[in-house]
């Protein structure tokens, strides 16, 4: 199975989606009862690289307005979602599918769990893979469980088995992602500045020593060394940028040249 959003196209904030062709796996929501939660699950989609939507009968229809004001930058993901009436119509071109459910099930049906579910959905992806999501209140039946190959369950508190759909469909979004060779872009790439080097650290110890000298900071004598140990092995660990070894030293420049003078409320 491939994901489906067609050509690339801005979206209506001006941003250009571009489609991914490489395989990955299809989110079914069944029956699900709010569009802002459909809009939510197909933002969280698109940020881990799955375009293909599928709903099943949705309680509401289809399309929802609703469902486009939480999708932000993702409406490509809903105008490409497949209308579906049951959840055998919308199983019927997949060779693996899992049902995401927290409720014990008097199934003989087999669980996986949250660290192994990537590598397991990215071996049967060739086939078409997909995961179904029940809807808010109670979640996917008996019925639609039998449709599934395995469980998919999330280690939430079972005191409270709680999530929110759009949540769930987040979370197995980021693992399908986590479990991928994904390179992740660097977005302070031309931001971050480069560590110092150690002669501009050694020239700030200098200057900081020397005026902690002139405060009579390192009393008594005998414990200078250590003292000294003690303030440069901080500074050094805290691997400081050019910019912030100048910053400091204007800061020791600073407070070196009001000492004495009398403080103005």
Known sequence: MYNKVGKARKDQLGRVVTPDAAPAPVVILVR???????????????NFGLTELRLVAPRDGWPNPDADAMASGALPVLQNAKLYKTVEEAVADLSY??????RRRELEIPVVGTDVVGGEMRAQIGAGVGVLFGPEKAGLTNADVVMADAILTYPVNPAFQSLNLAQAVNLFAFLWAQAGDVQVPDIFEGVRSEVAPREDLTRLFEHLEEELDNAGFFFPATKRNLMQQNIRAPLTRAKMSEQEVRTFRGIVKALAKGRGTARKD
């Open 32 to 46: 699900p009862q709010l569009g802002q939660n459909i809009g939510a699950c197909a933002r969280g989609m698109l």
């Open 97 to 102: 599918v899992l049902a995401a459910t927290a």
